[in-house]
T-cell receptor
Framework: DADVTQTPRNRITKTGKRIMLECSQT?????MYWYRQDPGLGLRLIYYSFDVKDINKGEISDGYSVSRQAQAKFSLSLESAIPNQTALYFCATSDSRPEGAPAFFGQGTRLTVV | DQQVKQNSPSLSVQEGRISILNCDYT??????FLWYKKYPAEGPTFLISISSIKDKNEDGRFTVFLNKSAKHLSLHIVPSQPGDSAVYFCAASFLGRDDKIIFGKGTRLHILP
């Protein structure tokens, strides 16, 4: 089983719909992240969390919300999906390394908003 | 403003030879530099990092060199193997600032038989 599991792997949704992307990890890490990747661009941080009670906005948090239900679970919601949220979404975890960077990524969720 | 730049979208290298992936940055305040590897349909995998106070870090076949005066780092893979074919992302971060890691756009490495 993967250390970081994302569901669903692929999703097509309509504009205006609410959608939730889920992430669970077995690494036992406190730090979890949500990134998005657009074609030809690097990863951009949406939200990150240091523990269940510590959630922080990243570079591109507008239009997204998150929930840290447990140490192992971190979900990302699009309250009202729009086409420019079509992207590849990655969840990641990290231990408390000084680089402040994610270490383990899920396989990604390809989201298409039509 | 793109703070971390990978100017080569792709690179082809013969199996057994050295692969050199380059990355330039603009902010001299970065504390760490990292390389990630990504296969199709998989998430990125952390490969190797280097602190800004060092100029070299080695891990097996992978070595990262940092030239602070030129604001340039490179990842050397020796010898290159077929399994090294992937997209490589360069990234830079600040100590203790998980919200400030900056990724480059990636370089696709093809290892030719």
């Amino acid at each position: 089983d993967a250390d970081v599991t994302q569901t669903p792997r692929n999703r097509i949704t309509k504009t205006g719909k609410r959608i939730m992307l889920e992430c669970s990890q077995t690494k036992g890490h406190d730090r979890m992240y949500w990134y998005r990747q657009d074609p030809g661009l690097g990863l951009r941080l949406i939200y990150y969390s240091f523990d269940v009670k510590d959630i922080n906005k990243g570079e591109i948090s507008d239009g997204y919300s998150v929930s840290r239900q447990a140490q192992a679970k971190f979900s990302l919601s699009l309250e009202s999906a729009i086409p420019n949220q079509t992207a590849l979404y990655f969840c990641a975890t990290s231990d408390s390394r000084p680089e402040g960077a994610p270490a383990f990524f899920g396989q990604g969720t390809r989201l298409t908003v039509v | 403003d793109q703070q971390v730049k990978q100017n080569s979208p792709s690179l082809s290298v013969q199996e057994g030879r050295i692969s050199i992936l380059n990355c330039d940055y603009t902010n001299s305040m970065f504390d760490y530099f990292l390389w990630y590897k990504k296969y199709p349909a998989e998430g990125p995998t952390f490969l190797i990092s280097i602190s800004s106070i060092k100029d070299k870090n080695e891990d097996g076949r992978f070595t990262v060199f940092l030239n602070k005066s030129a604001k340039h780092l490179s990842l050397h893979i020796v010898p290159s193997q077929p399994g090294d074919s992937a997209v490589y992302f360069c990234a830079a971060s600040f100590l203790g600032r998980d919200d400030k890691i900056i990724f480059g756009k990636g370089t696709r490495l093809h290892i030719l038989p």
